[in-house]
């Protein structure tokens, strides 16, 4: 158990849908990262916030969103849903930028 | 944006040595790099991270030239449990912004 909770473990929603991924870090880590894994794409980088601010954007659609919230859980907010966004998202956190980080279970996607 | 990219697929025998090497080109002088291993239906877990040299711990090695163009994970030993895909990420620092690229992942196959 890497201490990352991420909810739902599996979500399965029609296109053009929203949903919302949770993240609860571990106790104490002040960073949050987002991760898209599939299986044409690889694991993608999406996003990190640090203590609530957004600190490194990667390769996440406009359509997507996250947040990091005063008790330093996140969420990440998929909008207008695609087939091709069937995917394993990923949560990690770490306590500071370039530290170890741990990864969460992951939130199973399927788009239909 | 620094590129990653790693051997598909390598077999091994239970008892020797693997090393797995990732090539990342135009990584910042001040980029680490990062080894994680995932086995199926689970978050990756972290192996070893390191800035130049030679890092070690107790499960790994991780070698990294001068020209810090790519790095090389050693696993001493490998038993049939070390039988998972290996990514290596490398961290790019940009001003303020960074960007976190994984490899496309090596399958390490380990055989009796």
């Known amino acids: 158990d890497s201490g990352v909770t991420q909810t739902p473990k599996h979500l399965i929603t029609a296109t053009g849908q929203r949903v919302t991924l949770r993240c609860s870090p571990r106790?104490?880590?002040?960073?949050v990262y987002w991760y898209q894994q599939s299986l044409d794409q690889g694991l993608q980088f999406l996003i990190q916030?640090?203590?609530?601010?957004?600190?490194a954007k990667g390769n996440i659609l406009e359509r997507f969103s996250a947040q990091q919230f005063p008790d330093l859980h996140s969420e990440l907010n998929l909008s207008s849903l695609e087939l091709g966004d069937s995917a394993l998202y990923f949560c990690?956190?770490?306590?500071?930028?370039?530290?170890?980080?741990?990864f969460g279970q992951g939130t199973r996607l399927t788009v239909v | 944006l620094a590129k990653t990219t790693q051997p598909i697929s390598m077999d091994s025998y239970e008892g020797q040595e693997v090393n797995i090497t990732c090539s990342h080109n135009?990584?910042?002088?001040?980029?680490?790099i990062t080894w994680y291993q995932q086995f199926p239906s689970q978050g990756p877990r972290f192996i070893i991270q390191?800035?130049?040299t030679k890092v070690t711990n107790e499960v790994a090695s991780l070698f990294i030239p001068a020209d810090r163009k790519s790095s090389t994970l050693s696993l001493p030993r490998v038993s049939l449990s070390d039988t998972a895909v290996y990514y290596c990420?490398?961290?790019?620092?940009?001003?303020?912004?960074?960007?976190?690229?994984f490899g496309s992942g090596t399958q390490l196959t380990v055989l009796p």
């Open positions: 135009n990584i910042a002088t001040n980029d680490y």
């Open positions: 990690a956190s770490s306590g500071r930028t370039g530290e170890e980080a741990f």
């Open positions: 990420l490398a961290e790019l620092y940009s001003g303020s912004a960074r960007q976190l690229t």
């Open positions: 916030y640090y203590n609530g601010e957004e600190r």
């Open positions: 390191g800035y130049k």
């Open positions: 106790s104490g880590d002040l960073s």
